[in-house]
């Protein structure tokens, strides 16, 4: 149980683009689902929150025209990036907590991007 | 803000050997979990302790939560080479309705036979 994918799990696209990225719960409903970023070797850093039905929360520092989230039902959330240049090139993961999970995260398998 | 570190960064252990990593907040911990993340992975849920002074255990590893529960350790025995990856702590702070992880830095390990 708590399986929670991502898709796609790798894209590499042109400067200048947008990249939908998407986030399901599988086999749970998530009231909250989380977004972070996490460049090689080093730690998952928050980018933002979302709760189903209301806007996304951003984290101090991350761009909301830059970062679109949207979280449109109790399973799925889509992070947007909007105009792509090379300093976006990371690895995005999401996180889902389920409804009375006591704060337990179920991590998708990530995304990685590449902009080229 | 709450900030979580965590020691050592790298870890390099022998087979068999024991080792542990360690992570303190600077601010008062609602709960704290472990997660660990193979290299090329995503972070695995391993454990969350949200009682003070709280001690778990799953195999060889033992997990403990401070007594003011700001600091937390994670202790791998008889190390194996199934351990190896990148593990984090990751506190929620008392005041957050959400669950926000804020993850420690993490602690590498790699084994050697």
């Known amino acids: 149980g708590a399986v929670v994918s991502q898709h796609p799990s790798r894209v590499i696209c042109k400067s200048g683009t947008s990249v939908k990225i998407e986030c399901r719960s599988l086999d749970f409903q998530a009231t909250t689902m989380f977004w972070y970023r996490q460049f090689p070797k080093q730690s998952l850093m928050l980018m933002a929150t979302s709760n189903e039905g209301s806007k996304a929360t951003y984290e101090q520092g991350v761009e909301k025209d830059k970062f679109l989230i949207n979280h449109a039902s109790l399973t799925l959330s889509t992070l947007t990036v909007t105009s792509a240049h090379p300093e976006d090139s990371s690895f995005y993961i999401c996180?889902?907590?389920?409804?009375?999970?006591?704060?337990?995260?179920?991590f998708g398998p990530g995304t990685r991007l590449t902009v080229l | 803000g709450q900030q979580v570190m965590q020691i050592p960064q790298y870890q390099h252990v022998q087979e068999g050997e024991d080792f542990t990593t360690y992570c303190n907040s600077s601010?008062?911990?609602?709960?704290i979990q472990w997660y660990k993340q193979r290299p090329g992975g995503h972070p695995v849920f391993l454990i969350q302790l949200v009682k003070s002074g709280e001690v778990k255990k799953q195999k060889r590893l033992t997990f403990q939560f401070g007594e003011a529960k700001k600091n937390s350790s994670l202790h791998i025995t008889a190390t194996q080479t199934t351990d190896v990856g990148t593990y984090f702590c990751a506190g929620v702070g008392t005041t957050d309705s959400w669950g926000k992880l804020q993850f420690g830095a993490g602690t590498q390990v790699v084994v050697t036979p």
């Open positions: 601010t008062t911990l609602s709960n």
């Open positions: 996180s889902a907590r389920a409804i009375n999970s006591a704060d337990t995260q179920y």
